[in-house]
Each structure stands twice: as C-alpha cells, then as structure tokens.
C-alpha cells in the first residue's frame, strides 16, 4: 500500500542553521505530496504541497521538490528560527482521497 | 472565513460508555474526513465523506466506530462502547472538492480520553 517514510527525530539545531528534513515515499499512480506542520499547541496546517513531478512548493522561506526518479520530498530551509520550532509531518494522496502520513519529526530550534 | 471547528475540544469518559464527537467544515466544502492522532499509531485516517455519502470508510478499527454527515455539512464520529485504546485526538478535515491535489484544512481536534 501506499506510504511515507520521514527522517527519525527529534532534530535539534541552532537558529540560522540550515534545515533538512527527508521524506520518501511509496505510491502507485502519481501521487500529490504535502508537508503539514504542528506548532505547539495548534492544529495541523499545511505548510507547502506539489502536485505533480518537478514541481517545488514553498512558503515561509521552506521548500520542497517533488522528485518522481527518488521518489522523495525532502523539507528544507536555509535559514531556521525559534520560531519553526514544531512537528513536521509529510504526506501523500495517492488515487485516494485519504492523506497516508508519515510519523512525523520534532524540530526544535535553539536561540 | 471561518476555519473546520470542532467540539468537544475535550472528552472525558469512563470505559463502555458512547461518545459522540461533531465537526462543522468550512462553508462549502463537499468533501470531509476524519482521522485519529496518538502516540502509537501517529495520523491515521478513519472515513471520508463526499456530500453525505462515505465512499472510503476503511480506516475505521472496528465496528463499534461509525460516522454520518448530513445536509453536506456537519459530521457526527460516534464511538460506542469506548475502550481505552480509543484515547487519542480526533481530527476533522474538509477540502473544496476532495480531489487528491486538493489541500485538506484541519480543525483544532477533540481529546479524547477514556478511562
């Protein structure tokens, strides 16, 4: 069945350290892909998507290429803040309406 | 405009006892969906609604979970006889039309504890 697969956390970094978080995933068909993140004490909202290969989605300085070749979307930012810190959650629809998650990564930035 | 809300934002309740959990989706929006949050089990999805029908209902663990929607809108998670393992955060979402490139906007969820 389809599924996704996140880096382990929690990932620790200093602010205005470069970000990576890995994703990789398993679908049939041509699935669009999502990065959703959890601010404590909030609900879960989406942070950036692509929908089809190749395409790069960003916001909040994030971004992420939807790679058909590594089947991969990996999260990055260059420059993150206390502010970021979160959990990060990356997730596909795959024919399917359903979002399949991954377990999710705890980022904490320390100032 | 306003977002998915949800109520309770908390649910306490003993072992056995039913449940009923609501989520009111962003004016519009046909499509609908239900998932659980824990700690073991991480973000699973339990049904989705397309207007007031559940075409996928897959995720749903057992027969003692059901779920209805009606005129569109509103959807009813009902959870009889709870079990401890029912302790988890429920969420709701709702996208415009419940096509797979559509984004899913998530509600703050209910806490559900069961004792």
């Known amino acids: 069945g389809d599924s996704v697969t996140q880096m382990e956390g929690p990932v620790t970094l200093s602010e205005e350290a470069f970000l990576t978080i890995n994703c990789t995933y398993t679908a049939t068909g041509y699935p669009s892909l999502f990065w959703y993140v959890q601010y404590p004490g909030e609900g879960l909202q989406l942070l950036l998507k692509?929908?089809?290969?190749?395409d790069k989605g960003s916001n909040k300085g994030f971004e992420a290429t939807y790679r058909k070749e590594t089947t991969s979307f990996h999260l990055e930012k260059g420059s993150v803040q206390v502010s970021d810190s979160a959990v990060y959650f990356c997730?596909?629809?795959?024919?399917?309406?359903?979002?399949?998650f991954g377990q999710g990564t705890r980022l904490t930035i320390n100032p | 405009g306003a977002g998915v809300s949800q109520s309770p934002s908390n649910k306490v309740t003993e072992k056995g006892k039913d449940v009923e959990l609501r989520c009111d989706p962003i004016s519009g929006h046909t499509a609908l969906y239900w998932y659980r949050q824990s700690l073991g089990q991480g973000l699973e999805f339990l049904i989705y609604f397309q207007g007031n029908s559940a075409p996928d209902k897959s995720g749903l663990p057992s027969d003692r979970f059901s779920a209805e929607r009606t005129g569109g809108s509103v959807s009813t998670l009902t959870i009889q006889r709870t079990q401890q393992e029912d302790s988890a955060v429920y969420l709701c979402?709702?996208?415009?039309?419940?096509?797979?490139?559509?984004?899913?906007?998530f509600g703050p969820g209910t806490r559900l504890t069961v004792l």
């Open positions: 979402a709702s996208s415009p039309t419940g096509v797979g490139t559509d984004t899913q906007y």
């Open positions: 692509a929908t089809k290969a190749d």
């Open positions: 997730a596909l629809t795959a024919g399917a309406q359903k979002l399949v």
